[in-house]
């Protein structure tokens, strides 16, 4: 921009949670018509910072000062943020799946007459405010029956309803495959050059700051440490944007960690075929044949909707599925695992990819989540035995260098890269021989990543098995020494170390069904 139009700067934010610090002398300034990336590692305070913004946390809770569009801010209520035309889009959606798009659309704002609801109208500007985010879905589609990318859009459509001049947009692709991401990063360049609103975005995917962002704010340990200016001339380093995320050099985005011997084999599928738990006519795993070995990490690789999550929870205690058929073999022995206990103990472990669903029980500590799969191993007599259990966490906590106060604290209050490190913490305790791990590092930052990728190689050292599910082909290129491609529940291919490359699995991912490698 060739001149200087500041809409938004926030100067000294200071937030307080207790005697924790989440903010410390926080300043941001944001141009007019651009969009902001901020980056920083879990717990940094990016949405802390956001929800200062938006009113979540209201004025008087926090120290500073907030101008907006020329006048000082002081919002008690995200309402009050919403009247000047600043709409926050948080990581959760906040959506709900049994009204229709319409209804989310305008829910709290609904076009009425006389407290009357004038549907009519509703219908006509939800279905124009969906022709302007590129949503070509019918106004009285439930969100229950579209995919995740779509009720992406459907939010930036929900805040287009309210007259939006700065949209804040916090991990939108973190649930996204490429394609979505892609359509969803479009929107937003066209939303700047063409209606002229400022964004903000959070991400913790350096190649979408990249290829987005105008300015770039790092924010480390609650504190600004830094301000990258993006151009064509001078586009982003990413390097040195890692070196002021995480306060240290990342040489490599991977560790470097030489394949194990092959070991004895530890899983086997064979023909495993998975059906619809409501279609049982829908076949989502078709023949599937899948080996895997002591010290080795496989990697499933497909698009959204390709039928991965769907095999591996079906495998793990038949959690999904209907008309379940094939074999499963744990070290050669045929297994039948009929319900998640049996699993267990078979050795077999799931993370899922909702880590805050299904992985932690958000109500609890640290202590009771990392002990909940190892009831047994950590009790005497059908009592738990407080000494172990603590002895346990406390091992993993700091072998997984878990950051917190201490392992009562509640799960809760954790980053998002520490819980997935408890939701491991809770598999590793159980020592299971197959670790299954489902969107491992989705949502969480570069720093915390490797971290966990150094975990996943200690894991496979200690002779375990592991399957590493993940929508990033750079990331299971990185950490894998086989990868299975999967299209249309079917698995294509079975890919060596040697062979990876983006454009190889990419076919292998998006082959037409046929019949599945044996």
């Not at 207790?18 to 949405?47: F, Q, W, Y």
């Not at 930036?156 to 007259?163: D, E, F, H, M, W």
């Not at 520490?418 to 590793?428: D, I, R, S």
Request: hydrophobic share 40%; charged share 25%; aromatic share 4%.
């Amino acid at each position: 921009m060739s001149e200087r139009d500041t809409i938004l700067t926030m100067e000294h934010i200071t937030k307080t949670f207790g005697p924790v610090k989440a903010l410390t002398d926080v300043n941001l300034t944001v141009e007019r018509g651009e969009i902001h990336a901020i980056c920083g590692e879990n717990g940094a305070g990016k949405s802390t910072l956001m929800n200062v913004l938006s009113g979540v946390y209201p004025h008087g809770s926090y120290d500073g000062r907030i101008e907006f569009d020329g006048k000082e801010c002081r919002y008690r209520t995200i309402k009050d943020s919403e009247a000047d035309g600043i709409v926050i889009i948080h990581q959760e959606l906040a959506l709900s799946p049994f009204l229709s798009i319409a209804e989310n659309i305008f829910i709290g704002n609904e076009r009425a007459r006389g407290g009357v609801v004038n549907w009519d109208e509703t219908r006509a500007q939800a279905a124009r405010l969906l022709e302007r985010v590129g949503l070509p879905e019918d106004p009285d589609t439930r969100i229950a029956d579209i995919g995740v990318g779509k009720q992406q859009l459907a939010e930036i459509a929900k805040a287009l309803s309210k007259n939006v001049k700065l949209l804040i947009l916090d991990e939108p692709t973190a649930a996204l495959n490429d394609e979505d991401s892609e359509h969803l990063l479009g929107l937003v360049r066209q939303l700047r050059d063409e209606q002229g609103v400022t964004s903000i975005i959070i991400t913790h995917k350096l190649n979408e700051v990249a290829a987005i962002a105008d300015n770039v704010t790092v924010i480390r340990d609650g504190s600004t440490v830094g301000q990258m200016y993006v151009t064509e001339e001078t586009p982003l380093d990413q390097d040195e944007l890692i070196r002021k995320m995480v306060g240290r050099e990342l040489t490599n985005l991977y560790p470097d960690h030489p394949s194990n011997p092959v070991g004895p084999e530890y899983l086997r599928l064979k023909d495993w075929t998975v059906h619809h738990p409501l279609d049982p006519n829908r076949v989502v795993a078709d023949h599937a044949n899948i080996t895997v070995h002591a010290g080795e990490i496989v990697g499933l690789a497909g698009l959204m909707g390709a039928g991965r999550t769907e095999l591996a929870m079906s495998v793990f205690g038949r959690s999904y599925g209907s008309n379940i058929s094939g074999e499963v073999y744990v070290k050669g022995r045929k297994t039948e695992l009929h319900n998640v206990q049996a699993a267990i103990d078979a050795g077999l472990a799931y993370a899922t990819e909702d880590r805050k669903a299904y992985g932690l029980n958000l109500l609890q500590n640290i202590r009771e989540n990392a002990s909940l799969a190892s009831l047994r191993k950590l009790s005497r007599h059908g009592i738990m035995d407080d000494n172990i259990e603590r002895k346990e966490v406390s091992r993993y906590r700091r072998d997984f260098n878990i950051k917190c106060r201490d392992i009562d604290v509640p799960v809760s209050t954790l980053s998002g890269g520490n819980q997935q490190k408890v939701v491991l913490a809770k598999w590793v305790i159980a020592d299971p021989d197959i670790l299954i791990l489902d969107e491992p590092t989705r949502g969480i930052d570069v720093g915390a990543k490797y971290e966990i990728y150094e975990i996943i190689d200690q894991l496979v050292d200690a002779g375990k098995a592991v399957i590493v599910i993940s929508s990033e082909l750079p990331e299971l290129i990185g950490i894998c020494d086989r990868i299975y491609t999967v299209s249309q529940g079917v698995v294509t291919d079975n890919v060596d170390k040697q062979g990876f490359t983006q454009e190889y699995l990419m076919r292998g991912m998006t082959k037409e069904r046929e019949v599945a490698v044996r």
